[in-house]
């Protein structure tokens, strides 16, 4: 009889809509850092309340996320950009993934922006210009109608979302020059270069502060936020997945 009504309470807490305090569980979320900062941390209080669920957060760039995710050490992975420049990340990372095991749900769209010192003269660069400063073809900005001083390129980490999908659509799957400065998150790149009259380097738009940044005027670089799963999501998972579509205004 006890196991029976432990039985039904477990079938009532995954079909509720919203969770109850008695049915609350702890979901995992790791990977991608401009996903945990444009849309978990706006809306994880709202999330929380909304579910009843206590979120894990991990901000450990896009291709750690997915390896974390395959490995079971998660249960959903934040990425910010499509699925098959993720899953390059993830390669970085050290593991290959079979892309028909994972579900996508995208929460929001973004762009990747090149940022520079307000200080810096040079206002527009072409892909061209981006791809061959990334792989140290262009080291100087007088090569582009600036100063003549030493170009610093700061990037993402070297398993991030962000610095693969530069890669992939703006240097043309170059490779990124040794001396870039690659950190430990897009976060770092938005603190450092306000900090290098010289510094550049590509951010969501969403860590631009434009009183210590400057936009260089480029083509548009648009990708998509959101989480994905290992084959379908848990009740819990899909919960909170849903919560955040709706907070976000997906």
């Known amino acids: 009889m006890k196991n029976a009504l432990h039985l039904a309470s477990i079938v009532v807490c995954s079909s509720m809509i919203f969770t109850t305090s008695a049915c609350a ?3 995992s979320m790791h990977g991608a850092t401009t996903v945990l900062n444009m849309v978990v941390t706006p809306h994880r209080a709202a999330v929380e309340k909304a579910t009843g669920h206590t979120l894990a957060i991990v901000g450990n760039a896009t291709g750690k996320g997915l390896v974390d995710l395959s490995d079971g050490k998660a249960e959903i992975a934040m990425v910010s ?3 098959e420049i993720a899953l390059s990340a993830a390669q970085l990372a050290g593991k290959s993934i079979d892309p028909k095991t994972l579900q996508f749900y995208e929460i929001r769209k973004d762009e990747i922006v090149f940022v520079v010192h307000p200080s810096n003269s040079v206002s527009s660069l072409s892909w061209e210009q981006l791809s061959d400063i990334h792989t140290g073809k262009i080291t100087n900005w007088k090569q582009v109608g600036g100063k003549d001083q030493a170009i610093v390129v700061y990037s993402d980490a070297t398993t991030g979302g962000t610095r693969a ?19 430990i998150s897009v976060a770092r790149v938005a603190e ?9 380097g590509g951010v969501g738009r969403g860590f631009v502060d434009a009183s210590k940044l400057k936009v260089i005027q480029t083509n548009k670089l648009e990708r998509p936020l959101g ?11 899909k ?9 976000a205004g997906a």
Do not use: H, R, W
Not at 239 to 247: L, N, P, S, W, Y
């Open 239 to 247: 919960q909170v997945i849903d919560a955040f579509k709706k907070a």
């Open 192 to 200: 450092s270069v306000p900090k290098d009259e010289n510094g550049i």
């Open 81 to 83: 950009e499509p699925m």
């Open 25 to 27: 569980e702890t979901v």
């Open 165 to 183: 999908m530069v890669k992939k659509l703006v240097m043309n799957g170059k490779e990124y020059a040794s001396n870039v400065k690659a950190l």
């Open 227 to 237: 989480f994905v799963t290992l084959g379908a999501p848990s009740p819990k998972a």
